[in-house]
């Protein structure tokens, strides 16, 4: 089945700098990649997603970028602020129309005013 | 208001006691899954449901059950529960043609003496 990895485990960033988290996967017909960002007790909330189709999708201060033929995917978050502070969660979901989706291990992401 | 909820919030049992947790979605979902998360292990599918009466196993199904007789019930049944089964428990949905965003639940946390 799929195996996603996801590096680091854990980054320190200063306010206002960025903030990159990499993940990769196994599964070349994997089809659908989200990432998740869930607060200290909260439950995990969609930030963005990217289909196999595309390369690269920005909301605000948010995109990740997508390579199909090295199956990596990356998370970037610009002018980072204190409350991005979070465990993120990538994840890729198979190929086989089903629900069958695989997370990764998650990044807590920790932004210093 | 469209969510997911689950029962019980809170959860602590001891060894070999059958325990159901519910979880239901509003919002006329096909997909719906299972997740335990647990430190450094991220979300790990225990359970995933295409549609009514179509269930399969994800990445962890040892020691839990599942059924679906509604669309918008999926039940995580652990018929003996062992220590090992402490964990924290998320229900997911997600609306086949919208693209799979998935909505998680406020999670379920389970202690197993």
């Known amino acids: 089945g799929e195996n996603v990895e996801q590096h680091p485990s854990t980054l320190s960033v200063q306010e206002g700098d960025s903030a990159v988290i990499k993940c990769t996967y196994s599964?070349?017909?994997?089809?659908?990649f989200p990432w998740y960002k869930q607060e200290l007790g909260k439950r995990p909330q969609l930030i963005i997603d990217?289909?196999?189709?595309?390369g690269e999708k920005k909301d605000q201060r948010i995109a990740v970028t997508l390579n199909k033929t090295a199956k990596h995917f990356s998370l970037h978050i610009t002018e980072t602020q204190p409350e991005d502070s979070a465990v993120y969660f990538c994840a890729a979901r198979g190929p086989y129309n089903n629900n069958d989706m695989r997370f990764g291990a998650g990044t807590r992401l920790t932004v210093k005013p | 208001e469209a969510q997911v909820t689950q029962n019980p919030r809170y959860l602590i049992t001891v060894t070999g006691k059958k325990l159901t947790v519910t979880c239901s979605q509003n919002?006329?979902?096909?997909?719906m899954s299972w997740y335990r998360q647990d430190p450094g292990l991220g979300l790990r599918q225990i359970y995933y449901s295409m549609n009514v009466e179509a269930t399969d196993k994800g990445d962890v199904p040892e020691g839990y059950k599942v059924s679906r007789k509604e669309k918008r019930n999926f039940p995580l049944i652990l018929e003996s529960p062992s220590p090992n089964q402490t964990s924290l428990y998320f229900c997911?949905?997600?609306?086949?043609?919208?693209?799979?965003?998935?909505?998680f639940g406020p999670g379920t946390r389970l202690t197993v003496l």
């Open positions: 990217i289909r196999s189709n595309v």
């Open positions: 997911a949905s997600s609306l086949r043609s919208s693209g799979y965003e998935q909505f």
């Open positions: 599964d070349s017909a994997s089809n659908y």
């Open positions: 919002m006329n979902h096909e997909y």
